[in-house]
């Protein structure tokens, strides 16, 4: 991987923008954090002339376009779990799992009592 593209991955991890997969150890963008907190570290490396990012030569707008780039090009979840293979867009939010597993769970539930 070339260096600025791993400047800019490790500044989103950083922030958690992205995520990594406990499981199956894939990235993903975690669409519930606000990456403003990625961009404005960016800048600010940049601006305070961090050794860390002498790469983008004090260019603060190549770093930003960078991390946008990745961003936008990470899947929203990741690729192996459950949620990716019944949603292959990878646009699944946090949450619709457990939601149609207690959905499910309530309907089995309510079965349940009626065949008694």
């Given at each position: 991987?070339?260096?600025?593209?791993?400047?800019?991955?490790?500044?989103?991890?950083?922030?958690?923008?992205?995520?990594?997969?406990?499981?199956?150890?894939?990235?993903?963008?975690?669409?519930?954090?606000?990456?403003?907190?990625?961009?404005?570290?960016?800048?600010?490396?940049?601006?305070?002339?961090?050794?860390?990012?002498?790469?983008?030569?004090?260019?603060?707008?190549?770093?930003?376009?960078?991390?946008?780039?990745?961003?936008?090009?990470?899947?929203?979840?990741?690729?192996?779990?459950?949620?990716?293979?019944?949603?292959?867009s990878g646009m699944a939010?946090?949450?619709?799992?457990?939601?149609?597993?207690?959905?499910?769970?309530?309907?089995?539930?309510?079965?349940?009592?009626?065949?008694?």
């Open positions: 991987m070339e260096p600025r593209r791993a400047i800019a991955l490790e500044i989103a991890l950083q922030t958690r923008v992205l995520q990594t997969c406990a499981l199956h150890n894939e990235i993903f963008y975690d669409d519930e954090v606000d990456p403003s907190g990625a961009f404005a570290l960016a800048v600010e490396l940049v601006r305070q002339h961090k050794p860390y990012v002498d790469e983008f030569e004090h260019d603060a707008h190549a770093l930003t376009d960078l991390l946008s780039e990745i961003l936008s090009a990470a899947p929203r979840c990741c690729p192996h779990c459950p949620s990716a293979i019944t949603n292959p939010r946090k949450g619709e799992d457990s939601l149609a597993l207690r959905l499910i769970q309530a309907a089995g539930a309510g079965a349940s009592s009626l065949a008694v």
